[in-house]
């Protein structure tokens, strides 16, 4: 009797029975299909390569740090010994990915930048936006947008509705305030400082009503604390401010100069859209667009 074993070919994806002398037949015993989620367990769990993945960390180290890193202070933050770490620098020297500053300290080299450019390149800030909203819409069910700053105001050039749609007078296209909108006060505050103390200069003095907040009228001078405010915190939220029982929560996309991009909004009605600062809505609006700044910033984002 021939002794049997089953093996599963992971490439073609079917399990197979063969003879152990090597020289039976091999026949299909069924076809089994690994869903996306095992392949993806898989993928995180397969062997890499160590020692690359030692001279990456040794290049975001560098890349990441306030002045360049001597070979001890890598070795404290990579916890190996300066010995063996010396060896990675001497390739990553010779490939030119970094370059060696005052004899002892390490900065990125020119094959970095040329990496760096080149995903630079590749990146399409807008069009990252907007796939970040419409995975917000389908994670929240709110109506949520993209707006981008046209030169003097915020313009909406991403709009989708909740299942249950809110009744407001704005859609794809539309030009909001740079004063009574989420989106507005965001641009606002990223303004160069002189051009926007101009701006609310020149809006107070010619004043149609006080901007609101939290359902205070805000003189000149606190609205521009309002604004700095939102600049720290790059959250911006209306509670029936301008529209009663709708609330509205925004937060900035950065591009690799610390400008704001665009910025992502979401609304819902008062009884089920909590705009303090710690509840869900507010810190999912500023996850998703933190997430995207990091996509086009990398990790050390504004």
């Known amino acids: 009797m021939y002794q049997l074993t089953a093996l599963w070919f992971f490439e073609l994806d079917f399990y197979a ?3 152990h002398d090597n020289t039976a037949f091999i026949f299909f015993i069924g076809v089994y299909r690994m869903s996306e989620t095992t392949k993806m367990k898989q993928d995180s769990t397969r062997q890499g390569i160590g020692s690359l993945e030692i001279g990456l960390r040794i290049l975001n180290i560098i890349a990441q740090s306030s002045k360049p890193p001597t070979l001890k202070s890598l070795s404290d933050q990579l916890s190996h010994s300066p ?10 020297l010779r490939m030119e990915y970094i370059t060696q500053i005052n004899g002892s300290q390490y900065a990125l080299g020119k ?6 450019i080149a995903s630079i390149k590749k990146i399409d800030p807008i069009k990252q936006a907007l796939a970040a909203v419409e995975r917000l819409s389908e994670e929240t069910d709110k109506t949520v947008s993209v707006t981008i700053w046209n030169g003097h105001a915020p313009l909406v050039i991403k709009w989708l509705d909740a299942s249950q749609q ?5 859609r ?3 030009e909001l305030s740079p004063f009574f909108s989420v989106s507005g006060r965001i641009f606002l505050a990223n303004l160069p400082l002189a051009r926007r103390l101009k701006l609310v200069e020149v809006f107070y003095s010619d004043l149609p009503a006080k901007p609101r907040f939290q359902g205070e009228s805000l003189d000149q001078e606190a609205f521009n604390e309002h604004l700095d405010s939102i600049k720290e915190s790059n959250l911006c939220t209306f509670s029936g401010d301008f529209l009663p029982d709708i609330n509205v929560i925004g937060s900035g996309i950065y591009d690799i100069n610390g400008n704001v991009s665009s910025v992502i909004s979401l609304m819902g009605m008062a009884n089920d859209c909590c705009t303090k600062v710690n509840s869900l809505y507010p810190r999912l609006v500023k996850e998703y667009a933190n997430k995207v700044t990091e996509e086009i910033c990398g990790a050390a984002s504004f």
């Open 17 to 19: 029975l063969f003879c």
């Open 83 to 92: 010995s063996r770490l010396h060896k990675y620098l001497v390739s990553l």
């Open 111 to 116: 094959a970095s930048l040329t990496l760096g």
């Open 166 to 170: 809110v009744a407001v007078n704005v």
């Open 172 to 174: 794809l296209g539309t």
